[in-house]
């Protein structure tokens, strides 16, 4: 029984030892558009490397606020007119950026 | 690390773990393929060399002493004071405080109760119905107990109920507003207080879903009561001779098909398509929510299904799906663990902060609000996704043995193996499905 556990165990550490990740760095940048109540990129995730600069560009057809989560970066975005937001990814961990006044969920920030 | 530095508004993500995706350190396909391989071996392993019940008695330590410590009136009193003393501080967030995500009963509701009462159970046994409040409170009072329908109705209000918490938690739209929180609470203490003093304190167990599903857990604990003392068992044996009341299978589906919702509801060709339609997201929810539980619930009752023409004793369906519910138990562990400790650390946290300030007036009860979150251990995300592995796997390993010693005190020695395939098969959908829920992208 405890034989067996083992087992279980020393192949499981071996299967998640046996190679290393790889996460691309550089800046990332995301063009977010806001039409007739639908959001583009809608849900998407991006890998960020901790430390490197994302920006937000984002339009709209409708006055929004575009909230990024854990960086608690709050902005709101005028019709017509073009918003940027830009942050240093200091922080690890998966966030998502949402708006507030249609509730989608634009992307989810996986930052490490 | 800073204070706020994996602040995670809980206004928006009321039950997400934190990073719930997170790159393994090899290739999935081989993460998911080595799982899979890991279970079938297990039950490999198990038919040639586990061939007698081994899990059916208790067995233990007899902890007398300790027991009479834990019974004696002034622990009681004791402890039941602290219960009060903390519910009372909870309602007083929750009927005066304000309504901003600020308020500690978000977090206590949705990270302390819910995620909470896993370790709680999973280490300290039955210590859960020693903390419940009404049950604290009837114990004061004694109502008279009317048990002849529990045995009839065993859990199933308390399966019926995950799924409205589920709704609650994953899917109503306000779930984070403090009006439709305290209608929820209202709701939760009607249906214990009215039931308790309709049906005396076994209704608790019946039929309040948090309390239904921390017992459950409890018996994969080292603790379990015997003839009213405290023995110190085998986890494993703890479970496997346990008589699991009708509905436990029907439990531990909900459990599974709630928590399999929310990591599937996270998944981006879902968010888009919900997003991209016109009907609102509440229904699709739902829609969601019902069909993952469909899904796991159809999968375990299809698998008991083509398991009975080995029985020894022929039993109902439903009856024998209860009878194997132990070998769900691990794996509900491990999918609780997997998805939600990372939640419970920093959430946990930050809740045990903000109630030092119940009601938002700056207060600084026990210098608690002096404290700042610390998420050091989840800094390293290849930490964080092995445990998440470790808890979904083994919870399915230890599944698996609890499910074949159920098996062979049941079965027919010639259909032992035979018999028991379907089942394997459906644990090892269920261990690539849950693998692949927690970490798609």
Known sequence: MRRLLACVMATLLLLAGACSSTTASGPVTINVTIVSGKVSPSGAKYDVSKGSTVTINVTSDSADTVHVHGYEIEKDVVPGTPLVITFTADQTGSFEVETHVIEATIATLNVR | MSADALTITLLQLPAHGIGSRKDLPLPFEYVVVGAAVIVTATFWFLTRSWRQVRLSTLGGRALPRFSRVLSSPAVRLVTGLLVIVFWAWFAMALISGKDLVTNPVFGVVFVLLWVGLVPVSLLGGALW????????????????????????????????GILVWGWFELIQPDRA?????????????????????????????SADPFEAYAATLSRLSPWQWQDGTLRLVSPLRNLGSWHPPAGTSALACALLGTTAYDSFSSTTWWIRFVQASDLPRWLWGLVGMVSMVTIVAGLYVAGIAALRWGLTVRTGLLE??????????????????????????????????????????????????????????????????????????????????????????????????????????????????????LFSP
């Open chain 2, 177 to 205: 507003t403090l009006p439709v929180l305290r209608g929820f609470v209202i709701g939760w203490v009607l249906l214990v207080v009215i039931g308790t003093l309709w049906r005396g304190v076994g209704w608790i167990g």
């Open chain 2, 129 to 160: 119905r020693g903390l419940h409040p009404v049950r604290t409170v009837a114990g004061w009072f004694r109502p008279a107990d009317r048990r002849s329908l529990l045995g009839r109705i065993g859990v199933y209000p308390a399966a019926l």
């Open chain 2, 320 to 437: 024998t799906a209860d009878s194997f519910s132990t070998g769900l138990v691990p794996i509900v562990a491990g999918y609780a663990l997997g998805h939600y400790l990372t939640l419970l650390v920093i959430e946990g946290q930050r809740t045990v902060i903000q109630l030092a300030d119940p009601l938002g007036q700056g207060w600084n009860v026990l210098g608690l609000a002096e404290n700042g979150v610390v998420a050091t251990p989840l800094t390293y995300p290849t930490v964080t996704a092995l445990a998440q592995l470790l808890f979904i796997v083994g919870g399915h390993v230890l599944g698996v043995i609890v499910a074949h010693d159920r098996a062979v005190a049941l079965l027919r020695n010639e259909a032992m193996r035979r018999a028991q395939l379907p089942l394997l098969s459906v644990m090892v959908v269920y261990t690539v499905g849950g693998l692949v829920l």
